[in-house]
């Protein structure tokens, strides 16, 4: 039997409900709410039923509103959908492995950071740790030697390096900040995750998926922040980072095949 479909098929199901809870937690992390409690209407506080939860289906058939009539941000189902089949291509690609399991993790994590940076110009420290240390078992798991995470390691410095030096140089000429800390960390987490084999790889696509992303900012016409951390204008650039981390996970095999 063609496990393919079915491997589909689980890992959208799983992704939907992790989704679910990626929704929740990238709004309450940056306002520092407790993430337990039933989830609420904000506009007229009436707690939400299992009907009203239940992954991407359910905005539809409410039709975007709540039954006080509040609109509900298309957010949800934007970031359900997007974890959904994020997680139906890792787990299809990897399968029932302790891989397969891991590339799970790595579609939680960076989903986080894509929307919390995407929402609020920061990339929590806690989810960078977190990714850096699962990316470390990933590049053991991978590569099946104990040396592999401390290459990973080695590639996540030479990561932070030329970030650092690039950044420091194009600030030097345009007199205004360029990468934030966070992104400089967020790759310095990617290092395990790539490896130095392709390295290359993950700088190219990080800017391309920057100028994609930024093409998409620019048309939905979101509103540019501006506070003591956030110059006006600035464009969260750790969502290209963390897509760009998710391609070469699951391209790294099939390019070293390629050029080997």
Same mark, same amino acid.
């Given at each position: 039997m063609?496990?393919?479909? #079915?491997?589909?098929?689980? @890992?959208?199901?799983l992704?939907?409900?992790? @989704?679910?809870?990626?929704?929740?937690?990238?709004y309450?992390?940056?306002?520092?709410e407790?993430?337990?409690?039933?989830? =609420?209407?904000?506009?007229?506080?009436?707690?939400?039923?299992?009907?009203?939860?239940?992954?991407?289906?359910?905005?539809?058939?409410?039709?975007?509103k709540?039954?006080?009539?509040?609109?509900?941000?298309?957010?949800?189902?934007?970031?359900?959908?997007?974890?959904?089949l994020?997680?139906?291509?890792?787990l299809?690609?990897?399968?029932?492995?302790?891989?397969?399991?891991?590339?799970?993790?790595?579609v939680?994590l960076?989903?986080?950071?894509?929307?919390?940076?995407?929402?609020?110009?920061?990339?929590?420290?806690k989810?960078?740790?977190?990714?850096?240390? #699962?990316?470390l078992?990933w590049?053991?798991?991978v590569?099946g030697?104990?040396?592999?995470?401390?290459l990973?390691?080695?590639?996540?410095v030479?990561?932070?390096?030329?970030?650092?030096l690039?950044?420091f140089?194009?600030?030097?000429i345009?007199?205004?900040?360029?990468?934030g800390?966070?992104?400089l960390?967020?790759?310095?987490?990617?290092?395990?995750?790539?490896?130095?084999?392709?390295?290359?790889?993950?700088?190219i696509?990080?800017g391309v998926?920057?100028?994609?992303?930024?093409?998409?900012?620019?048309?939905?016409?979101?509103?540019? =922040?501006?506070?003591?951390?956030?110059?006006?204008?600035?464009?969260?650039? @750790?969502?290209?980072?963390?897509?760009?981390?998710?391609?070469?996970v699951?391209?790294?095999?099939?390019?070293?095949?390629?050029?080997?």
């Amino acid at each position: 039997m063609n496990q393919f479909p #079915v491997l589909l098929g689980i @890992g959208f199901l799983l992704g939907a409900i992790l @989704g679910s809870f990626i929704g929740m937690a990238s709004y309450r992390w940056p306002r520092k709410e407790s993430w337990g409690g039933r989830s =609420k209407c904000p506009t007229c506080g009436r707690t939400l039923g299992v009907a009203d939860l239940v992954p991407i289906v359910s905005w539809f058939f409410a039709r975007a509103k709540c039954t006080c009539g509040a609109p509900i941000s298309a957010r949800y189902p934007v970031i359900e959908a997007a974890t959904a089949l994020l997680s139906a291509l890792v787990l299809a690609e990897f399968g029932w492995t302790i891989a397969g399991a891991l590339a799970v993790v790595l579609v939680v994590l960076v989903m986080l950071i894509i929307v919390i940076d995407w929402e609020n110009f920061i990339i929590p420290d806690k989810l960078v740790i977190i990714l850096f240390l #699962v990316g470390l078992v990933w590049r053991w798991q991978v590569e099946g030697t104990w040396l592999a995470p401390l290459l990973g390691l080695g590639a996540g410095v030479m990561l932070f390096l030329t970030a650092f030096l690039a950044a420091f140089i194009v600030e030097r000429i345009n007199e205004t900040e360029s990468l934030g800390g966070g992104d400089l960390k967020l790759l310095f987490a990617a290092g395990p995750w790539v490896g130095f084999q392709i390295l290359p790889l993950l700088l190219i696509l990080s800017g391309v998926f920057g100028i994609l992303f930024y093409l998409l900012w620019r048309k939905i016409n979101l509103p540019a =922040k501006q506070s003591a951390d956030v110059p006006f204008g600035a464009f969260p650039y @750790g969502p290209a980072i963390c897509a760009a981390m998710l391609a070469c996970v699951l391209l790294e095999q099939w390019v070293l095949k390629l050029f080997s």
